[in-house]
Structures are given as structure tokens and as C-alpha cells.
């Protein structure tokens, strides 16, 4: 029972795109605020300092993906949050396997 409370919250929380800023860490704990209502969540301005770190720019995502040469999408944000690298700045264009291989990560195979 409890173990299907968990998968069902993993599932949920799964396509939601987490950094350490932005719109989905914002749902994501309003999620766990409804599990854990005593929680208390404090938002911190991007650019504040605390202690020795400044906290980074909101990462948000609206869409992003990579075509083959066919134009079929063989990378796509909308599908996987991890076909994308955080914090990844835009890019448009049209590039050859080799220019791709210098700012991609694979499995090998």
C-alpha cells in the first residue's frame, strides 16, 4: 500500500522539470505541501546572496528538442526532462553529427 502511495507520487512528480530554481520546484513543493501541510515554504529572490552563494536565474523550460535529418524529433524535452541539460541556453540551427557529439551526452551504443 504504502509502496504504491510512493510509485504514484514518483509518477507524478516524474515529468515535472526540477532545478534549483523555477516553476518546477514551485509545483513540485506545492505537491509535498499537501502531503506534509506543516511545511513551510520560502521563496528567495534570484541574485540574493546567502552566505557565499548568489542564487542562480529561474531555468525555465518552454520547449526543446533535436531533429534528425529526416525531421523526426530524436531528442524532446516534452517527452523526457532529461533530454535536455539544465540550465542549457538556446540554440538554433542546422549541424553535422560531429558539431552534435561536442555538446551531447550518450550511452556509447
Known amino acids: 500500500m ?6 504514484k507520487l514518483a509518477k507524478k512528480l516524474w515529468p515535472i522539470n526540477r532545478s534549483i530554481t523555477g516553476n518546477g520546484v514551485r509545483t513540485t513543493l506545492k ?6 501541510p506543516n511545511l513551510k515554504i520560502i521563496e528567495v529572490a534570484s541574485g ?5 552563494w548568489k542564487i542562480p536565474k529561474e531555468w ?3 520547449e ?3 531533429k534528425g535529418p529526416s525531421g523526426e ?9 532529461l533530454h535536455l541539460v539544465g540550465y542549457s541556453i538556446p540554440i538554433k540551427g542546422k549541424f553535422n553529427l560531429d558539431q552534435i ?9
Open 2 to 7: 504504502i509502496g504504491s502511495k510512493i510509485y
Open 73 to 81: 524529433k530524436i531528442a524532446d524535452f516534452s517527452k523526457n526532462n
Open 48 to 52: 540574493k546572496k546567502v552566505f557565499d
Open 31 to 36: 505537491i509535498f505541501k499537501k502531503i506534509c
Open 101 to 109: 557529439k561536442k555538446h551531447i551526452h550518450t550511452i556509447k551504443n
Open 64 to 66: 526543446a528538442w533535436l
Open 60 to 62: 525555465n523550460v518552454k
